[in-house]
C-alpha cells in the first residue's frame, strides 16, 4: 500500500475516541476554544463583512450549499486569531476542523457519539501531520501558507470520515484534496480575500469527499512522488505514517491564550511575568527583544492606525498592550486609529534583532528572549513555552475563563454560559450539533 491508500485505511479505521481520555478531553477543549474564535470571528469587521456576502445567497460568493456553509463558517473562525496552532506544522488546525466537523455532522443527521470525535481526530491528523513533514513552521516564511496548503487535505479526511468513505475512497478524498492544494493567497490590501480564499479551500476540501464518495479517482501516488517540487517541498511517506502512529495530533496542538500572532507571544509572556512578579510599566526606559531570524521579519514592523493585522502581528505593539492596556488583548478588532501618544512613546523604546542561538529550539518552540531596563526591576527572560502550549498544559477553567474574555464584549454572560456549556457537551452528545450550530449563528447578529 502506497501512503495515501494507507492514510485512507486509517480515516476508514475511525478508531474509537473513548480509547484515550486525554485525547476526548483535548478534543472537547478544543472543540470549544474553536467555537468561542468562531463566533468571536464573525462579531469583527471582516466577518460582517462575510455574513454580508453569505447572504447575498445564490448571487454571492458564497451560495447557500452544504459546501458553501463550510467555506463561510471556516473563513470567519480562522480570521479570528485566537484559533488553536500546532507549531511544528505551522498550521492552525482547529479553526477548519471543528467548524467543517460540526457542520457536516449536522448536515449528515449523524447522531453516532464516536463518529463526530472520530472525524476531529483525523482532521486534525490529516492536517497536522502533512503539515509538520512538509516542515510548514519554516516554508511559512518562504511564502507557502501551511495552513491554506493543507486546508483541503484536513477537511476532506473530516467529510470523508463523516461520511463513512471504506479505506479506498478515502483514499482518493485525500488525493482530489492533494491536487486542490495551492500556496498563498498574495499579498493583498483594502478589503483582504484571504479568509474567503481560506474558506474556499476548505470548501474543495468537501467537494473532494463528495467526489470521491461518486467514484472519482485520483493519483494515489501522489506522495510517494516528488511531491509539488515546483514549491520545493519534500514528503517522505514513512514519516509521516510514523508520526501518525506515533501519537494523535491533536495532543500536540497549543492554544493561544490571547488575540495575536502566536509568534509575538514568548515576549509578551515575559514581560507579563515580569510585571506579576513586581516590575512597573510606567518605569520601563526600554524593551529589547531576540527572536529567531526565521521570523524576525514578520514582527518586527510598527502599526498602521486601524489596520487590525498591523496590530496583531507587530511583536512591538502586542508588548505595548500587554504593558500598558491588557484588557485589550482579547479584543479581536482592536486597532485604535490614530495610535494613542503613550503607546507610541512605548514603541519608540521597543527593539527587535535577530538570534541565531534561539533556532536550536525552532520549530518546536517559538521561544524569545526579553530584556526590560526599568527605574527599578527589569531584566532579561528567555521564555519557550507560553500558558497554552502542551508544555504548560490548559485545562477547563482556563478555557472557561478565555471563553468569557473572549465573547463578553459581544455577548452577555447568561448567552455565554449556554454556548460554552453547548461546546464542551457536543462530542458526547452528537445529535445536539445542529442545535449548536443555531447557538452559533444566532450570535452573529445579538
Not at 463566533?39 to 462575510?50: D, I, K, N, S, Y
Not at 516564511?141 to 479506498?168: C, E, H, K, Q
Request: a neutral charge.
Amino acid at each position: 500500500m502506497n501512503t495515501l491508500e494507507q492514510l485512507g485505511a486509517r480515516i476508514a479505521a475511525r478508531p474509537t475516541p473513548e480509547t484515550s481520555g486525554a485525547e476526548h478531553e483535548l478534543a472537547r477543549l478544543h472543540t470549544a476554544d474553536t467555537v468561542a474564535a468562531w463566533v468571536a470571528g464573525a462579531r469583527t469587521h471582516e466577518g460582517q463583512e462575510l455574513l454580508s456576502a453569505a447572504a447575498m445567497g445564490d448571487a454571492g460568493p458564497m451560495g447557500e450549499g452544504l459546501m458553501s456553509r463550510v467555506m463561510l463558517v471556516c473563513a470567519l473562525t480562522r480570521l479570528s486569531e485566537i484559533d488553536d496552532i500546532h507549531l511544528a506544522a505551522g498550521t492552525t488546525p482547529g479553526s477548519l476542523i471543528v467548524p467543517a466537523a460540526l457542520t457536516l455532522s449536522a448536515a449528515l443527521g449523524n447522531a453516532n457519539r464516536g463518529a463526530l470525535e472520530a472525524a476531529i481526530l483525523s482532521g486534525y491528523d490529516a492536517m497536522v501531520r502533512l503539515g509538520e513533514e512538509m516542515g510548514g513552521a519554516s516554508i511559512l516564511y518562504r511564502g507557502i501558507w501551511p495552513t491554506y496548503f493543507n486546508a483541503p487535505f484536513g477537511v476532506a479526511a473530516v467529510a470523508a470520515s463523516l461520511m463513512g468513505l471504506d479505506a479506498s475512497r478515502c483514499a482518493h478524498a485525500l488525493g482530489l484534496a492533494l491536487v486542490t492544494a495551492s500556496p498563498n493567497v498574495g499579498q493583498q490590501g483594502g478589503k483582504m480575500a484571504r479568509w474567503l480564499l481560506l474558506g474556499a479551500a476548505a470548501k474543495n476540501g468537501v467537494m473532494a469527499a463528495m467526489a470521491a464518495r461518486q467514484g472519482f479517482t485520483a493519483d494515489l501516488a501522489l506522495l510517494d512522488k516528488p511531491f509539488h517540487s515546483v514549491y520545493g517541498i519534500k514528503i517522505e511517506g514513512d514519516r509521516l505514517l510514523g508520526g501518525m502512529a506515533k501519537s494523535r495530533a491533536i495532543l500536540e496542538v497549543g492554544f493561544k491564550p490571547w488575540c495575536a500572532a502566536r509568534q509575538t507571544m514568548a515576549a509578551v509572556q515575559g514581560l507579563r511575568e515580569m510585571m506579576k512578579e513586581g516590575l512597573d510599566p510606567r518605569k520601563i526606559e526600554s524593551i529589547k527583544v531576540a527572536v529567531p531570524p526565521a521570523y524576525l521579519a514578520m514582527v518586527n514592523h510598527g502599526v498602521v492606525p486601524g489596520d487590525r493585522s498591523s496590530h496583531m502581528t507587530s511583536l512591538p505593539y502586542q508588548l505595548v498592550l500587554a504593558a500598558m492596556a491588557p484588557e485589550k488583548m482579547v479584543l479581536l478588532d482592536y486597532a485604535p486609529s490614530p495610535t494613542p501618544p503613550e503607546h507610541a512613546s512605548l514603541l519608540s523604546r521597543i527593539t527587535v534583532e535577530a538570534d541565531e542561538s534561539l533556532m536550536s529550539h525552532f520549530p518546536r518552540s517559538w521561544p524569545a528572549r526579553i530584556m526590560i531596563k526599568a527605574k527599578a526591576g527589569g531584566g532579561e527572560r528567555l521564555i519557550t513555552d507560553i500558558p497554552g502550549d502542551p508544555a504548560r498544559s490548559f485545562d477547563e477553567a482556563q478555557l472557561r475563563t478565555k471563553f468569557f474574555a473572549v465573547l463578553e464584549p459581544c455577548q452577555d454572560k447568561a448567552s455565554i454560559e449556554s454556548l460554552c456549556v453547548a461546546a464542551l457537551g457536543v462530542l458526547d452528545a452528537p445529535e445536539s450539533a445542529t442545535k449548536l450550530l443555531k447557538q452559533i449563528e444566532n450570535s452573529y447578529h445579538h
